[in-house]
């Protein structure tokens, strides 16, 4: 394999382009126009040469004016910034482009105002082809808009899960204020099923939290006192307090915030290039067309001053790069339009690195799994199912464990009741303690705290050995210190997983 891989987050983002982006529905409106104008008279071209003598010269002069109305509206920006690119001895695209298009329209119109004075060779038009260039690159633009606005979506995604209001303790009161209020050392409550509204250390209570939204791990994870939490992050079923320690901006919501906002509108480094080459392109392009005109008035035909004029309008219209003004933002919309739901590229150099990727490390839980562990094997030793599967619902019934989770779902498809229990009592990384109504000791957990209890597994050992070679998390039910049942739970695959590996191979 090659030496480039995806880092997820291993680099800061591009700092945002100060860039004012034009609304999508003005390109879009001023492509149409030109369009409308460019199209027509292209295809007239497959029919008549076009030429600027008697009724034609009248017809020809009102094509003229209406392209001026194109250059002076819908690619008015091109100029100005051309404009102030100059006034500030630099050039980019917008110089090429209103180089090049102003360029056709001046040879043009001075054609149909001076025909009559001017050889046929000429007597070229090319009004069709400002339009176009216009036309296309406007059209471009809007659609690299269209994909960037969809970053914008995902942005009001991160802020809806900004929670508007916060239950924070001060001075022994618990009271419920606006998030912008909540200041660094409060103590905040969170209650069970409540996103949590600022990032923190958890100082009362337990509970299983959800990060998926900034770890992508469907399953939740256990907090207890001392453990960080986040903004944004969902909490289960338990109760919490925990003080404050990052607010607004600072959480590692809000920068998440920020670094989308910043993303949306940087440029893949093609982008920049662009400008680059323009940059060196534009003023070595006038530069030929004045040695081309000074090579034809003083070595070509007579009469030398319009050869003179005619070739060197010829250069600066053929160098207009209406193919590279139109390619980059096209690009960078399809590139981003590819993306799946899940998928957001963080900015135009991420897009255009993607190009060069040979690794790509994926996390399995929730991406290639279902992120949903369910129960795949179970055996029985000395006990009825029916039994076995009583008591684990009646053990895992209060537990927002994701393998209580598995277990329960079990034992409710297989219509089994919820038996009588007493003295629960939860043990942290191990599992579940109680008794049965006549005394009988109850565990169900991991293979530690059932020896740590005394509990012979000796009589699944096999099966267990068998089970985790197939990658099985195991769940032992132990009852009155005996071994009465082993359960494999496993997270199965997506529908979908198999084929889109295959697809990923297939690319490399």
Known sequence: MGQNRLWICAKPNAPAQNRMLRPISAELRGSAISLALAIPLMLSMFFSTPHPMGLGRLYWLVIGLLTLGI???????FFVNAWK?????????DT?????TGTAWLYSMAVVLFAPWLPDVAQGIYFEASAMVIGLILLGNALELRARGRTSNALKRLLDLQSRTARVIRDGHEQEIEIDAVRAGDHVRVRPGERLPVDGQVMEGQSHIDESMLTGEPLPVAKHVGDEVSAGTVNGRGGLVYQATRVGTDTRLGQITEQVASAQNSRPPIGELADQ???????????IAVLTALLWFNLGPVPQVIHMLVTATTVLIIACPCALGLATPISTMIGVGKRQSTVLVRSGEALQTASKLTTLVVDKTGTLTQGKPSVTDAQLFGVEQSTALSLVHALERGSEH????????????NDAPVADIAHFDSVTGGGVKAQTPDGKALL?????LLKEAGVDLNAGKDQARALEEQARTLVYLAVDGKLAALFGVSDPLRHDTVA?????????
Request: hydrophobic residues 50%; charged residues 10%.
């Open 71 to 77: 250059l002076a509206f819908p690619g008015r920006h």
């Open 96 to 100: 090429l482009v209103a180089m090049g």
């Open 402 to 413: 994701p393998l209580a989770a598995a277990l329960m779902n079990y034992a409710q498809e």
């Open 444 to 448: 169900l957990g991991n293979a530690r």
């Open 277 to 287: 080459v323009s940059s060196v392109f534009v003023p070595s392009v006038m530069i």
């Open 500 to 508: 889109a590996i295959k697809r990923l191979q297939k690319t490399a």
């Open 85 to 93: 690119n100059l006034k500030h001895h630099q050039a980019n695209m």
